[in-house]
Every structure is written in C-alpha cells, then in structure tokens.
C-alpha cells in the first residue's frame, strides 16, 4: 500500500506541476491551457486517492487542512474548465481567470508543504 500512495504522491505533483507550469509559461499572455484541467483533474483523482489510503495506512491526517486543500483544488478545477472551454470555443480568457487557475494551484501548494 506504501508503494501505491508514493506513485499517487508522484502523480499529484505531476499535476502540480502541469497546473503552475503552463501558468508560468503563459504570464506575459495569460490563458488556460486544456492540459492545466488535465492536472487540476490529476490532482483532486490522486488527492482523493491518497486521502482514502490514509486509514488503510494508519496515518495521521489533518482532516481540515485536507478539506482546505480540497475545496482549493475544486475551485482550481472549475476555473480551469471554464477557461479551456472559451480557448476551445476561441473565446479571450480573462486575466484574472487564468490568474485565478495557477495563482490557486500555487497556494494549494504552500499550504502543502508549508502547513504542518
């Protein structure tokens, strides 16, 4: 079970990375690429996963922290679609949207790593 919550912790940060990356690589014209909704989707499948091995386990967990992180990444994941919606559809994305997709992948992060 141990090697299984290492490759989703893997995953998850793929998707990290997919999210912020193209966030990053995109800041002079910001947009929402389609393959930051695949990372944002990457995140909450493995978060989800990971959170259900917790018990399996015996893992210590900060529940609140973990319902923080979640509700991020839903918000992530929401403003993702709409934002490679309106690239599919040739539509402009917002500043602020796509700034809102990376700018909350990178809190979701912080609080990550920073939060003990």
Same mark, same amino acid.
């Given at each position: 079970?141990?090697? !299984?919550?290492?490759? !989703?912790?893997?995953? #998850?940060?793929?998707? &990290?990375?997919?999210?912020? %990356?193209?966030?990053?690589? *995109?800041? @002079?014209?910001?947009?929402? #690429?389609?393959?930051?909704? /695949?990372?944002?989707?990457?995140?909450? !499948? *493995?978060?989800? &996963?990971?959170? =259900?091995?917790?018990?399996?386990? /015996?893992? /210590?967990?900060?529940?609140?922290?973990?319902? $923080? @992180?979640?509700?991020?990444? !839903?918000?992530?994941?929401?403003?993702?679609?709409? %934002?490679?919606?309106?690239?599919? @559809? =040739?539509?402009?994305?917002? *500043? %602020?949207?796509? #700034? %809102?997709?990376?700018?909350?992948?990178?809190?979701? $992060?912080?609080? &990550? *790593?920073?939060?003990?």
């Amino acid at each position: 079970m141990s090697i !299984l919550y290492s490759i !989703l912790v893997f995953l #998850h940060i793929v998707g &990290a990375a997919m999210i912020v %990356g193209y966030w990053i690589a *995109t800041m @002079k014209e910001p947009t929402v #690429h389609p393959r930051q909704r /695949d990372g944002a989707f990457l995140q909450l !499948l *493995t978060g989800i &996963a990971m959170m =259900g091995l917790i018990p399996a386990l /015996d893992m /210590d967990a900060n529940y609140f922290k973990l319902g $923080i @992180k979640f509700a991020i990444g !839903l918000a992530v994941a929401v403003l993702a679609v709409i %934002g490679s919606r309106k690239v599919k @559809k =040739g539509e402009p994305v917002s *500043t %602020g949207l796509a #700034h %809102g997709v990376g700018g909350l992948a990178l809190i979701n $992060i912080a609080i &990550a *790593t920073i939060w003990n």
